[in-house]
Nanobody, 123 residues
Framework: QLQLVESGGGLVQPGGSLRLSCAASGFTLNDKTIGWFRQAPGKEREGVSC????????NYTDSVKGRFTISRDNAKNTVYLQMNSLEAEDTAVYYC????????????????WGKGTLVTVSS
């Protein structure tokens, strides 16, 4: 069964950190561009970050630049999102998704989505 599973979400205080993981089963992520997206309550889904298959090309939405870092371990078939200096505005369900074309990630046109993990930033 093909699955893309996010983990690592939870409740954290403002200024804290979390690391999200996106793991695949049933297929390899190694030749795929992976993106992290988020949807806050009452808001539209927005792109957070993308990473190319090799990991050499990444991009971030402006609001997370300098705070979030996307990375991948192809040997573990996993992509990560390290989130530091978290703010209340980062509260959302975070999704990972894949595509075969990097430009599609930047525009949010992904081919397969996970079910998401909730991140809540609150004191």
């Amino acid at each position: 069964q093909l699955q893309l599973v996010e983990s690592g979400g939870g409740l954290v205080q403002p200024g804290g950190s979390l690391r999200l993981s996106c793991a695949a089963s049933g297929f390899t992520l190694n030749d795929k561009t992976i993106g992290w997206f988020r949807q806050a309550p009452g808001k539209e889904r927005e792109g957070v970050s993308c990473i190319s298959p090799s990991g050499r090309i990444t991009n971030y939405t402006d609001s997370v630049k300098g705070r979030f870092t996307i990375s991948r371990d192809n040997a573990k078939n996993t992509v990560y999102l390290q989130m530091n200096s978290l703010e209340a505005e980062d509260t959302a369900v975070y999704y990972c998704a894949l595509t075969g074309v990097y430009a599609r990630c930047v525009s949010g046109r992904m081919d397969y989505w996970g079910k998401g993990t909730l991140v809540t930033v609150s004191s």
